[in-house]
């Protein structure tokens, strides 16, 4: 008789674990069956998929899949965290971002979860001597206050400083960021900055308020402007080293230096890939600060990408920040920015801020995120991905570094093509809805009424391009709005379908979610001729497109189509086109739109 260990869970465990080549076995025999007659790793390989920046993650991790030591939280490299107890004591830093004078957000936002405020003044912001209103009321050895104020930086600063000792709070007192990156605002603009009041006024800090900084590494004008996860990395790093060259050699010590940054990242829906970020970026600066001697934690704060922020079905952005926020708080950042879900459509309302706040508010409150130092820790997939971009983005601020630094690259236009080129696979991928958007690529509801708000400050421009995800299907979309102000109807194409429900519904909801994402409405009811549409689609299986397509096609020409698409691949008399998964859909909604002469 078999002794088993009394572990409380015995069901099955007289049997032995399965290993790593039975399970690429099973693999084998799924891709035969799809045609594909490859053995061994090559059965698990064709299961991977190939990310940016050449990442490529596996159908399966297992304990195999070794990644260097991450350390302990608090402990270089600091890849669990920045300090032993992580976010333990009461959840990350909310940080409310604020761009203009509306009437109690600031008090609103401190008084229902936020914990910090960041506030952008000058140029794209609330006007610098509006400071003073827009903290009125505010407690500021309680709140601290992180700036951004591009050029207009040391006014600005002058402007807290001021009202600080006005209210008076201590020198020591005194917390958050006074936002100077020269380097970030001549990526937004183009115009470069002398660095001289920015050391000025880190030495300032230094030497007078001990829980203020003076620098901010932004590395978000890199991600707005389509660049990938290891590229924003790499950006920030020869930024922070670019900073720390000019402020030792202003006469700060190195240690005074390193203490003077934050760096800025952006989340993004992609949970693994942003928890993999924050914590290759602790990595990475902890190997910078180490060579510079100077060893200490990275401080972070992370903003929900604007780039993900979809202006069609924006309530949809409430997901995508959630998932957004949720990795990083699980990749430890310090403090986080939700931006609300109609930022991508201006000034956000009341309804908005509030949602933005609580999201954090569930994350940390309810949902228990922070109770845990380290989520991710342990995760063999984690740590790979981890190790991946760590190993890409080193390479690609070695490239920088090479090349001249930060300045030198932004200055010759090699950063600009380095990011176009990312962004313009990336836009493949978003035409062929390989990388869909809910709501926009996928699934749109033309009949939802736009969600209208008062226009935001036009921030600082000039330099790197700003990107969204959206843009390609918002611009089609724009002309299909355009032609309903001035017809009273959208451009329509006729879904004609053929044989039993059974046959032709996948292939008449595909081309239905097509169409809708180019403003183009799709009709399914009664004739051709009672359409109102010029274009039609064939809808149905293989099998009854080999009998009937030719037929159907002539019918449609008949009837007075202009244009007919087949809903699949093949080669039949009388079709124009097809439309499949993985087709340029943009390509194909733009000239159906032009066709249609909508313009």
Same mark, same amino acid.
């Given at each position: ?5 009394? +572990? ?26 799809? =045609? ?15 990310? $940016? ?19 302990? %939280? ?44 960041? &506030? ?16 009125? =009321? ?15 930086? =040391?006014?600005?600063? +002058? ?50 308020? %001990? ?6 590494? @932004? ?29 030792? *050699? ?48 990275? #401080? ?5 990408? %604007? ?26 950042? +310090? ?83 380095? &990011? ?14 390989? *990388? ?11 009949? $939802?009424?736009?969600? *209208? ?16 995800? @959206? ?21 329509? #194409? ?24 180019? =403003? ?9 001729? @009672? ?5 039609? #689609? &064939?809808?149905?299986? @293989? ?10 096609? $002539? ?28 087709? +340029? ?15």
């Amino acid at each position: 008789m078999t002794v088993l260990p009394d +572990d409380g869970l015995t069901l099955a465990a007289e049997f032995p674990d399965a290993t790593h080549e039975q399970w690429q076995r099973l693999v084998e025999g799924v891709l035969r069956k799809s =045609g594909k007659e490859v053995s061994g790793a090559a059965a698990e390989d064709a299961l991977s998929t190939t990310l $940016e920046d050449g990442l490529r993650t596996r159908p399966l991790y297992t304990a195999r899949d070794a990644a260097p030591d991450p350390g302990l %939280p608090g402990f270089a490299p600091y890849v669990r965290g920045g300090r032993p107890e992580g976010n333990t004591a009461g959840g990350w830093d909310v940080r409310q971002r604020h761009t203009a004078l509306t009437e109690n957000a600031v008090l609103a936002d401190l008084e229902n979860g936020g914990t910090s405020l960041w &506030l952008v003044l000058g140029e794209g912001g609330i006007p610098v001597d509006g400071l003073g209103r827009a903290l009125e =009321g505010v407690y500021l050895d309680l709140a601290p206050v992180v700036l951004d104020a591009g050029r207009d930086t =040391g006014q600005a600063a +002058d402007a807290l400083l001021r009202l600080c000792a006005e209210k008076g709070v201590a020198a020591e007192a005194v917390r958050g960021n006074l936002g100077g990156d020269p380097l970030g605002y001549e990526a937004r603009t183009g115009t470069p900055l002398d660095f001289a009041p920015y050391a000025a006024l880190a030495a300032r800090c230094a030497e007078q308020y %001990p829980g203020l900084r003076a620098l901010t590494v @932004d590395a978000l004008p890199y991600h707005e402007a389509g660049g990938s996860a290891a590229q924003e990395l790499g950006a920030s790093l020869a930024t922070g080293v670019a900073y720390l060259r000019e402020l030792t *050699e202003a006469g700060l010590g190195v240690e005074q230096a390193a203490g003077q940054l934050e760096f800025r990242y952006a989340a993004t829906a992609d949970q693994f890939l942003t928890v993999a970020k924050l914590r290759a970026a602790r990595r990475l600066w902890a190997r910078v600060a180490e060579v510079c001697g100077a060893p200490g934690a990275q #401080v972070q704060h992370v903003v929900t990408s %604007p780039v993900m922020m979809a202006r069609r079905d924006p309530w949809v952005n409430m997901l995508r920040t959630t998932v957004a926020t949720l990795a990083a708080g699980v990749g430890g950042a +310090d403090s986080v920015t939700v931006l609300p879900f109609d930022h991508a459509l201006g000034l956000p309302d009341a309804f908005a801020r509030r949602i933005a706040r609580n999201t954090s508010t569930i994350l940390i409150e309810e949902s228990h995120l922070a109770r845990v130092i380290d989520p991710a820790g342990g995760s063999w997939y984690v740590e790979q991905l981890t190790d991946q971009l760590a190993q890409a983005a080193w390479e690609f601020f070695r490239t920088v570094e090479r090349d001249g630094g930060q300045a030198a690259v932004l200055r010759s236009g090699r950063l600009r093509t380095d &990011l176009a080129t990312t962004w313009a696979e990336r836009s493949k991928k978003l035409a062929k809805r390989r *990388e869909p958007i809910t709501g926009v690529s996928e699934f749109p509801l033309l009949a $939802e009424k736009p969600v *209208e708000r008062e226009p935001a400050p036009e921030p600082p421009s000039g330099g790197l391009p700003r990107v969204r995800r @959206d843009e390609a299907y918002e611009e089609l979309r724009a002309r299909s709005d355009a032609h309903l102000a001035a017809t009273g109807a959208r451009p329509r #194409v006729f879904l004609a379908t053929i044989g039993p429900a059974a046959a032709y519904t996948a292939r008449a909801t595909f081309a239905a979610n097509l169409f809708q994402a180019g =403003g183009i409405e799709p009709v399914t009811e009664g004739a051709f001729e @009672d359409s109102c549409a010029t274009e039609a #689609v &064939l809808c149905s299986s @293989d099998a009854l497109y080999a009998e009937r397509a030719e037929q159907a096609a $002539e019918s449609l020409r008949a009837a007075g189509a202009r244009h007919v698409f087949l809903a699949g691949r093949g080669e039949y008399a009388g079709i124009d086109s097809y439309v499949f998964a993985g087709c +340029d859909a943009i390509d194909v909604l733009s000239a159906t739109l032009d066709r249609m002469g909508v313009s």
